[in-house]
């Protein structure tokens, strides 16, 4: 029985069971040849990025582009037909990232380039947890959120401490350094200090007197001891997080024929989501 009451109908029952759902066989066949599409059109747009490969082949990348998108309109368009309440469906994250995944190749009839926002389909990979079984450890992703939601005040302020060094720092930089050395102005000197303190150290601008290489000196020492503390930070919820999770229940690959939600228990009769029936 559908949510208003009347039974669906069986084209949509037996579609909703091969899309959503991976315990049948046509379910599992289904998802897998959707994950080998997403890979290949992903890997045709990158390909099309290529100026070289683009010259010579532009015309079959841009119809393989084109026929994909196709696919995946369809595909998403029958997604909304067969659950009892595809607005629901369309305002989910698989949901958004559907149409995402289709959206440029239209835009960029209109806006040349747009078509390179296509890779955002490598988000649709994330399917591949149901198709492999491995909605189990969607749990392992709750404890981790619950850390970092836990440490977010300890973050804040720590990222707030290094903004506030490395505006000092930087402005120390501009002091002693000065223009002539490629500290041009405090911004760039901050944006200096910004990659010195994280160790990335490009070395598009440094610093050239005694002082300032020795001040430079400090800041790089003082960037292995900053690194490690939103790891200490963290590592202490999550082990906190952890020690008070339970263990995963087992779930079933089965989705709500009405919203589409999965990561049901097993003996589950109703949806956790909106208590249709399963």
Not at 42 to 52: A, T
Not at 60 to 80: C, G, P, S
């Amino acid at each position: 029985m559908t949510g208003e009451g009347r039974p669906p109908a069986p084209w949509r029952g037996r579609m909703h069971e091969i899309i959503f759902e991976s315990d049948t066989p046509g379910g599992r066949q289904f998802d897998v040849w959707l994950l080998v599409s997403i890979a290949l059109s992903v890997i045709v747009v990158m390909l099309d990025s290529v100026e070289e490969i683009s010259a010579e082949h532009g015309s079959a990348l841009r119809a393989a582009e084109w026929f994909f998108t196709l696919l995946f309109t369809v595909e998403y368009v029958l997604r909304l037909m067969c659950v009892g309440k595809p607005m629901r469906y369309a305002r989910s994250f698989f949901g958004v990232v559907d149409l995402l995944a289709i959206l440029p190749t239209y835009v960029s009839v209109l806006v040349p380039g747009a078509q390179a926002l296509l890779v955002v389909r490598i988000l649709r990979i994330l399917r591949v947890f149901r198709v492999l079984k491995l909605v189990h450890y969607l749990s392992e992703m709750d404890v981790l959120l619950r850390a970092l939601v836990a440490s977010r005040r300890k973050i804040v302020v720590f990222v707030s401490s290094v903004v506030t060094l490395v505006v000092i720092l930087g402005s120390l930089m501009y002091l002693i350094e000065g223009s002539e050395n490629g500290f041009t102005s405090i911004p760039r000197s901050v944006y200096w200090a910004i990659v010195t303190l994280t160790t990335v150290g490009y070395g598009d601008v440094s610093p050239q007197t005694p002082l300032g290489q020795a001040v430079a000196s400090v800041i790089m020492v003082l960037g292995y001891g900053i690194i490690a503390v939103p790891t200490g930070v963290v590592t202490v919820e999550l082990a906190q997080a952890a020690g008070a999770s339970s263990p995963p229940a087992a779930v079933s690959g089965q989705s709500c024929p009405q919203c589409s939600a999965e990561g049901h228990a097993v003996d589950a009769k109703f949806c956790r989501r909106c208590g249709a029936a399963l």
